[in-house]
C-alpha cells in the first residue's frame, strides 16, 4: 500500500502534465452565439478603444436606468427607397446596454410590396415576428434548398445563422416585423450591394462569369446599385 502511494505521488505530477499538453491541442469548443457575459452587465462605453471583442465597459458609478432602455422601435422607418423597406437595427451599436450579453433585435418596416433584399447575418441566427401586415418569408439552406411561407401577425420564423433570406410584403398595406438575434452585432451581407455596390467594385470578369450574363447587365446592376 505504502509503495504503491509513493508510486503515484512520483507518476501523478508527470500523467498531469502529459494530459494538459493534450488537452492543450484538442480543438476547443466553438460557441454557435456570442460568448457568455462575465458580469451582470456591461454597458459599451462607445468612446472607449474597441478591445478584442466587443466594447470595454462603462465605469459602473456612470450607469444609469436609461442606459438599459431603447426606444429606437417607436418610430417607423421610412420605407421610401428603392427596396421599399427599412430596418432600424437594435444592435450595440444603437443600444450599448446589449453590449457582452449576446442578443440584439430590428424593427423593420414594409411599403407595400416592399422586400428586404436576399442578405444574410454571419454572426446570427434570427427569429422574427409579423407584427403587422402579411409577409412571404424565405431562406435557401447550403443544398440549395428553398424553405418558404406567407405569414400573417402574430406568426414567427427562423433563419439559421448565415443562410441567404428575404421577406417581401405580399399584403394590401404597409406591414412589420420585429426580429431578434444571437448576437449584439449580427452583421448583414446584403447580396445586391455585396455583389454590384462594392468598395472598389469586383471586376466584371468575374461577375460575368459568376452570373453567365454579358458585361451590359454587369455594369447596369452596377450603375443601378451604386
Ligand atoms: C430608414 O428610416 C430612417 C428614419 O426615417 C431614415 O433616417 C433612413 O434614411 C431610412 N433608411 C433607408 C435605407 O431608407
Do not use: W
Request: aromatic share 8%; charged share 15%.
Amino acid at each position: 500500500m505504502a509503495s504503491k502511494l509513493a508510486v503515484s505521488r512520483t507518476v501523478g505530477p508527470v500523467y498531469l502534465f502529459l494530459l494538459l499538453i493534450v488537452a492543450a491541442f484538442l480543438p476547443s469548443p466553438t460557441l454557435s452565439s456570442d460568448s457568455d457575459p462575465l458580469q451582470d452587465f456591461c454597458v459599451a462605453d462607445m468612446k472607449g478603444k474597441p478591445s478584442v471583442n466587443g466594447f470595454p465597459c462603462k465605469p459602473a458609478t456612470q450607469v444609469t436606468s436609461d442606459d438599459f432602455f431603447f426606444s429606437g422601435f417607436t418610430k417607423e422607418g421610412n420605407t421610401n427607397n428603392r427596396f421599399g423597406s427599412n430596418v432600424t437595427a437594435g444592435n450595440v451599436l444603437a443600444f450599448p446596454a446589449l453590449n457582452t450579453l449576446g442578443l440584439s433585435m430590428n424593427r423593420v418596416d414594409f411599403a407595400p410590396g416592399g422586400i428586404n433584399p436576399p442578405h444574410s447575418h454571419p454572426r446570427a441566427t434570427e427569429a422574427g415576428v409579423v407584427v403587422k401586415g402579411k409577409l412571404l418569408v424565405g431562406f435557401v439552406t447550403t443544398e440549395n434548398v428553398f424553405h418558404s411561407k406567407v405569414l400573417t401577425v402574430g406568426e414567427m420564423f427562423v433563419i439559421p445563422r448565415g443562410l441567404v433570406h428575404f421577406q417581401r410584403n405580399v399584403g394590401k398595406g404597409k406591414a412589420l416585423a420585429l426580429t431578434t438575434f444571437n448576437s449584439q452585432l449580427p452583421g448583414a451581407v446584403l447580396l445586391p450591394n455585396t455583389l454590384f455596390a462594392s468598395t472598389p467594385t469586383i471586376p466584371n470578369q468575374v461577375l460575368t462569369k459568376a452570373f453567365q450574363v454579358e458585361e451590359d447587365i454587369i455594369n447596369k446592376l452596377k450603375i443601378k446599385l451604386s
